[in-house]
């Protein structure tokens, strides 16, 4: 599942892929791949990209629940 939180987050602070890759020492596909939900997110690496904007992980990571 795509990461469009992750994604609005990161093009609002001006940065790009490579950029957000270089800043947290991995390569541009890797960052690219966890932006599309194509790789795993280990909870360290999501930690990394949180502090680079100032958030929590929980808040780009996990979507707020709709209440019934």
Do not use: W
């Not at 994604?7 to 940065?15: E, M, T």
């Not at 991995?26 to 999501?46: F, H, P, S, V």
């Amino acid at each position: 599942m795509k990461r469009t939180r992750l994604i609005n987050i990161r093009k609002q602070c001006g940065y790009s892929q490579i950029q957000m890759a270089n800043i947290l020492h991995i390569t541009q596909a890797y960052y690219c791949q966890i932006e599309n939900g194509n790789k795993n997110l280990y909870y360290d690496l999501a930690i990394k990209i949180a502090a680079v904007f100032g958030l929590k992980p929980d808040y780009i990571f996990y979507p707020e629940k709709k209440e019934k």
